[in-house]
C-alpha cells in the first residue's frame, strides 16, 4: 500500500476524507464535446461533528499570522471570518462547532446554511459577538483592521492564518487552523495528503506549448477584473501548464479589464467564477465584455467556470481544481 493510499485510509477511517467533487461547469473549444459537470456530494457520516480518538488539545497557545500571540481555550463556538477556512474546519471534522460564517462560504452546504454575519472584507463586531464565539479565525483579507481589534478588545480570541498564492500556501493555512483548534495531527495528515495531489497534478510541458489563460472575476456590469498574481488562482494556472495574463502583463492586483489589453494578449482560455459568469448571463454576456469576442478564448469559446470558493479558496479542494484544470489544459494544447 502506497504512503497516500494509507494516509487516506487513516482519514477515512477518522472521519477527516472528505470526498469532495468539483461543482463545475467547463465549456471547452465550439469544436469539442461539452465536458459534464463534476458534481460535489458529500456523505452521511461526514454532516455532523465527528467521533475520533484524538480529541483537540486545548488550551491552544500560538502566534498567528500577524505576530499575535493567542490563547484559544475552547473551539465549542467557531466563527470562520472566511469560506475557505470554513471549509477546512468542515474538512477537520469540526464543523458542528461552527455557529455562524461570512457570506464567502459557500462549501460544503452546511456552511452556506448557517447564520451569517456579514462579509469578510466589510465585518462589524456587534453581529459577530451575538454569537458569543469562542475563537475566531480568519485570513488577512478578513477586515477592516478595527472591527478585529474591537473584538480582541472584547475579549475574543482572533486567530488570522496565511492565504499564500503558491502551490504551498493552502497545506500551510490547513495547518494553521488545525493549530489554533488544537488538532494538529489532523490538520497535517490533511495537508499532507493535499500536498501530494498537487505535487501529482503539476505539470511542466514545454513553454511554447503552454496555453496562455486569462483568470477574470466579473459580477455584472460594474466589476470587470483581471485576476492579479496575487490571487489563488494565478498559481494553478501555472502548475497546470499554462501561461497567466497576470504574469505576462506584470499584474499584482485585481485590474480593470480593457479591450486593447485583452486583444494585444490574446489569450487562449478564460477562467472565471461560476456566480460570475452566470451576473452577466453566461457564454453569450461575458463575450460582450471589452475585447473578449475577439480573442482566441472568445471566438473558440474556451471558458472554464468554477464554483467560486473552488476556485478563489486556497483550500482543501485545490488538488481536485488542479487535477482538472491540467486535463483541460493538456486537452486545449493538444487541439491547437
Known amino acids: 500500500m502506497t504512503r497516500t493510499a494509507e494516509k487516506t485510509r487513516y482519514l477515512r477511517k477518522k472521519g477527516l476524507f472528505r470526498s469532495c467533487g468539483i461543482s463545475i461547469l467547463l465549456i471547452l473549444s465550439a469544436c469539442g464535446s461539452a465536458s459534464r459537470p463534476i458534481t460535489p456530494t458529500t456523505p452521511e457520516h461526514e454532516r455532523s461533528s465527528l467521533e475520533i480518538s484524538d480529541h483537540p488539545v486545548l488550551p491552544a497557545v500560538l502566534v498567528d499570522h500577524l505576530g499575535n500571540k493567542v490563547r484559544v481555550e475552547s473551539i465549542e463556538r467557531i466563527v470562520p471570518l472566511d469560506g475557505s477556512v470554513a471549509e477546512i474546519v468542515f474538512a477537520l471534522g469540526l464543523g458542528a462547532n461552527i455557529v455562524a460564517t461570512d457570506l464567502s462560504a459557500t462549501w460544503p452546504p452546511e456552511a452556506a446554511d448557517l447564520p451569517q454575519i456579514g462579509y469578510q472584507r466589510a465585518l462589524s463586531p456587534e453581529p459577530i459577538a451575538a454569537f458569543s464565539p469562542t475563537v475566531l479565525i480568519g485570513t488577512d483579507i478578513a477586515g477592516p483592521p478595527q472591527t478585529l481589534k474591537d473584538l480582541r478588545e472584547l475579549g475574543y480570541p482572533v486567530v488570522i492564518v496565511p492565504n ?31 500536498d501530494e ?26 466589476t470587470q477584473l483581471v485576476l492579479g498574481r496575487n490571487s489563488s488562482i494565478n498559481w494553478v494556472i501555472r502548475a497546470a501548464g499554462g501561461q497567466s495574463l497576470a504574469d505576462i502583463l506584470e499584474i499584482d492586483d485585481y485590474t480593470p479589464i480593457t479591450a486593447e489589453t485583452l486583444l494585444v494578449a490574446n489569450p487562449d482560455a478564460i477562467i472565471i467564477p461560476a456566480a460570475g459568469l452566470e451576473s452577466v448571463g453566461g457564454i453569450p454576456g461575458l463575450l460582450e465584455i471589452g ?46
Open 164 to 194: 499564500e498564492p503558491h502551490s504551498g500556501g493552502p497545506s500551510k493555512k490547513i495547518r494553521a487552523v488545525a493549530r489554533a483548534l488544537g488538532v494538529e495531527e489532523r490538520g497535517d495528515l490533511l495537508a499532507s495528503d493535499l
Open 291 to 336: 475585447g473578449l469576442a475577439e480573442t482566441t478564448a472568445g471566438r473558440n469559446q474556451s471558458v472554464y467556470s468554477y464554483e467560486d470558493q473552488l476556485l478563489l479558496g486556497n483550500g482543501p479542494r485545490t488538488g481536485l481544481l488542479l487535477k482538472s484544470l491540467t486535463s483541460e489544459l493538456e486537452k486545449l494544447a493538444e487541439g491547437s
Open 197 to 222: 495531489q498537487i505535487t501529482a497534478a503539476t505539470k511542466n510541458p514545454i513553454p511554447e506549448l503552454r496555453p496562455l489563460v486569462a483568470a477574470i472575476y466579473v459580477r455584472g456590469e460594474g
